[in-house]
């Protein structure tokens, strides 16, 4: 099992600049968060997904949409990037009701 | 609302030295307590998790006692390896739709051969 994956690794844009980051995970989980990752500031909740087909704001929704495709992917989408925006941004899953979070390995985002 | 406070790093020691990471919380109802771990260019993953007070959670020689009455997880080892500098996470989630994690700031931690 791959567990989760994202893409991509690193991306700079330009202020204004739009872009998706993809988040897929193979292990049947139900649920799927979004978050970034600031220094001194741990993660922040974004998003989140807690079940296929729906969606529902976290701590820091502003600048962001989100779409759970299928039970397996579940992307994020910056339509129009600003500089507050260059942070690590992790995507996660679990099953919903084990409480353990599976973490993929990051996307560096710059937004110049 | 829910949050985490803990210790601000860098923590710097020597092998074999003995680790301490504060950990405190606020939470609006029964919390579950985590700690997790991020090494260098990767994702985070659990260490180690308490679900109830007193609980002791433990793995790779790390422990956690969740302390109700002093609403805190503090996070130990005995003796301390080069391959545990990271940065630890402590997190707690309120069970609900979602298991929403709040994270604290992290504690980075060097050890020095």
């Known amino acids: 099992n791959a567990g989760v994956t994202q893409t991509p690794k690193f991306q700079v844009l330009k202020t204004g600049q739009s872009m998706t980051l993809q988040c897929a995970q193979d292990m049947n989980h139900n649920s799927m968060y979004w978050y970034r990752q600031d220094p001194g500031m741990g993660l922040r909740l974004i998003y989140y997904?807690?079940?296929?087909?729906?969606?529902d704001k976290g701590e820091v929704p502003n600048g962001y949409n989100v779409s759970r495709l299928n039970k397996r992917e579940f992307s994020l989408r910056l339509e129009s990037a600003a500089p507050s925006q260059t942070s690590v941004y992790f995507c996660a899953s679990n099953r919903g009701q084990v409480y353990e979070q599976y973490f993929g390995p990051g996307t560096r985002l710059t937004v110049t | 609302g829910d949050s985490v406070t803990q210790m601000e790093g860098p923590v710097t020691l020597s092998e074999e030295a003995f680790l301490t990471i504060n950990c405190t919380y606020t939470?609006?109802?029964?919390?579950?307590l985590f700690w997790y771990v991020q090494y260098p260019g990767e994702g985070l993953q659990l260490l180690l998790k308490a679900t109830k007070a007193d609980d002791k959670g433990s793995n790779k020689g790390f422990e956690a006692t969740y302390r109700k009455e002093t609403t805190s997880f503090h996070l130990e080892k005995g003796s301390v390896q080069v391959s545990d500098s990271a940065v630890y996470f402590c997190?707690?989630?309120?069970?609900?739709?979602?298991?929403?994690?709040?994270f604290g700031g992290g504690t980075r931690v060097l050890v020095k051969p």
């Open positions: 997904s807690a079940s296929e087909g729906t969606t």
């Open positions: 997190a707690l989630s309120v069970g609900d739709a979602g298991n929403k994690l709040t």
């Open positions: 939470a609006t109802g029964y919390p579950s």
